[in-house]
């Protein structure tokens, strides 16, 4: 009975439009064109199309590359924090500064720095003598250039997670690594990362689910160019949905992008689980 409210707010606001946008994704429903039932016909079509092809392509390299680099920065510096040193309180406010930035300002002041005419990075880039870079106009440098923003802008999000949890860690397991002649490395890999998995478990799930519908940041900056080399899936959707008018055809982007969240994210979720009922037993 407690339960009751919670499960009839999740049910309005998650199952019922879900259940709406799969009814969508099997017409044909778009502006002033009469809803038609046309089966399976959208996902058949979007199996069809290169671009969506590639736009899922690019959205699992995407994923991999930012929860990666995220991760491993983000640890680090939960690790190095954890040592402490002077100014520590003021390093680790200046760190987590982009978690109270909005997504769509933080992507135009970047855009700004990264501007090929008028962007500081480039003065900067010029006063060592190389030429401007086109960072966000070369097909070949757009998704890279974008990969780092987002990875600088959800770094905190890791930091804030991994850090306290650090923090609890038994200081006399450390103690005794000391005293037993282990080095950085070995402690690390034998006291630190052991007790660091459970964390990682749910930190990796979550930027996994979150990088992979990535839109803001990436819209703000390129909107998919130049050349596509920057539409991920969710860029694709808003395509088809809002530029194209194609209501029906987002609708299956949409149910799809869903099921590839829950395959990437599946695989670390049965592991966590596996974890717990192991610690459990």
Do not use: C
């Not at 049910?11 to 399976?40: A, C, K, Q």
């Not at 058949?44 to 699992?60: C, I, K, T, W």
């Not at 799809?256 to 037993?281: C, H, K, P, W």
């Amino acid at each position: 009975m407690l339960l009751l409210p919670v499960m009839a707010v999740l049910t309005i606001v998650i199952l019922l439009p879900e259940l709406w946008s799969l009814f969508l994704s099997l017409t044909n429903y778009s502006l002033g064109v009469p809803i038609r039932f046309i089966g399976i016909k959208n996902y058949v079509d979007l199996l069809r199309e290169s671009g969506f092809l590639l736009a899922v392509v690019r959205n699992f390299i995407f994923v991999l590359l930012v929860v990666l680099l995220q991760t491993v920065y983000g640890v680090g510096l939960a690790l190095l924090l954890a040592r402490g040193f002077p100014l520590q309180k003021l390093w680790l406010a200046l760190l987590i500064v982009p978690i109270a930035i909005s997504p769509s300002v933080m992507a135009v002041i970047w855009k700004y720095l990264l501007n090929f005419n008028i962007g500081p990075i480039d003065w900067i880039v010029q006063q060592f003598g190389l030429s401007r870079i086109q960072w966000l106009s070369d097909p070949r440098l757009a998704f890279l250039t974008v990969s780092l923003v987002y990875v600088w802008a959800s770094t905190p999000h890791v930091l804030v997670i991994v850090y306290p949890a650090r923090l609890t860690f038994p200081q006399t397991l450390y103690e005794s690594a000391s005293v037993e002649g282990a080095s950085a490395w070995q402690t690390f890999r034998n006291v630190t990362w052991p007790l660091l998995q459970p964390v990682l478990s749910v930190v990796i799930i979550f930027r996994i689910m979150i990088a992979f519908r990535t839109f803001g940041i990436i819209w703000t900056m390129t909107q998919g160019g130049p050349d596509r080399s920057t539409e991920t899936v969710a860029i694709y959707l808003y395509n088809e949905g809002f530029r194209y008018w194609k209501f029906g055809a987002a609708s299956a982007v949409a149910l799809v992008m869903l099921v590839l969240t829950l395959v990437i994210a599946g695989g670390q979720m049965r592991t966590m689980y596996r974890n717990l009922f192991e610690d459990a037993s």
